[in-house]
């Protein structure tokens, strides 16, 4: 999961603040309409977040660069992804620099904390892009950067596997039938349906950089392969007042009321002052 560009933004803001140049790129997202957005902090709310409902309140959490644990970052994990959260349960992805294990925060409804490590497959990509939570809470569906057929699916931490002591393994995949790439974050819908937020800069695989993509299952996720038929729904909203490369991010789905959330990171010194986690309505 790429964190260059926010940082490299921080320090340009630090240095020179652009000129007046606004640029309105509108996103035309099929299905959903845009119902507002909210200012996005590049520190502790540039990553994702999630929709967290537990008897005791609802809450939505976000991740950044502010909000990684400094105690996980002293042994090798200093990169937090795109959180999950399902029957109130929450977990947060971190990813290392080297080909170390990949590991998932995991907190449980009554608030108790255990952490969970992944030991890479041999052909499995190190970067942990995002967590998302199945809606029954027995798996997690997690992500690799770059051009990918598939979404991985291990068994989810704390539910279907217990002991944070033993490796959290590789259970089955999501076999796509179209490549995607650069993954930010996916949300399930519904047990069969799952939303996800690509920072493709290219747009030669859908027509359109920073699409929302829809992944339609063959069947609810489990220990086997299930297909994955992936449309795009078209881009993001990219607006802001300064011009160059926006960073699509996280992504939500409340199921309280349908809404919607993602997070896009607005390009040079713009970072810190537009970038906006969108809210949209299926219509």
């Not at 996005?40 to 976000?62: C, F, K, M, N």
């Not at 109130?88 to 998932?104: H, I, M, S, T």
């Not at 925060?105 to 041999?122: C, F, I, K, M, N």
Request: aromatic fraction near 8%; charged fraction near 20%.
């Amino acid at each position: 999961m790429r964190k260059t560009g926010i940082v490299l933004s921080l320090v340009v803001l630090l240095t020179s603040l652009t000129g007046a140049v606004t640029t309105a790129v509108a996103g035309a997202v099929t299905g959903w309409t845009t119902i507002g957005s909210d200012r996005a902090r590049p520190l502790d709310e540039s990553q994702g977040l999630a929709t967290v409902v537990r008897p005791s309140g609802t809450s939505i959490r976000y991740t950044g660069i502010g909000t990684v644990d400094a105690g996980l970052a002293a042994r090798g994990w200093k990169h937090i992804g795109d959180p999950g959260s399902a029957q109130g349960w929450y977990v947060e992805p971190y990813q290392r620099e080297d080909r170390g294990a990949k590991l998932f925060r995991v907190e449980a409804p009554d608030g108790t904390r255990a952490d969970y490590q992944h030991a890479l497959e041999s052909w499995e990509a190190n970067n942990n892009s995002f967590a998302a939570v199945s809606p029954d809470a027995r798996w997690l569906v997690s992500g690799e950067w770059g051009t990918m057929d598939r979404l991985l699916v291990l068994p989810m931490p704390g539910v279907a596997a217990t002991d944070p002591a033993k490796n959290l393994p590789y259970a089955s995949a999501i076999r796509l039938d179209h490549r995607v790439r650069d993954i930010q974050g996916c949300d399930f819908v519904s047990l069969t349906r799952l939303l996800c937020s690509s920072d493709d800069p290219d747009g030669s695989l859908f027509g359109t950089t920073k699409p929302l993509l829809q992944v339609d299952l063959a069947g609810p996720v489990s220990g086997s392969d299930v297909a994955g038929h992936v449309t795009s729904l078209g881009q993001l909203p990219l607006r802001s007042g300064c011009s160059g490369n926006f960073e699509t991010e996280g992504i939500d789905y409340d199921e309280r009321d349908g809404t919607l959330r993602v997070v896009v990171m607005s390009p040079g010194a713009c970072v810190a002052f537009d970038s906006k986690t969108w809210r949209f309505r299926q219509e």
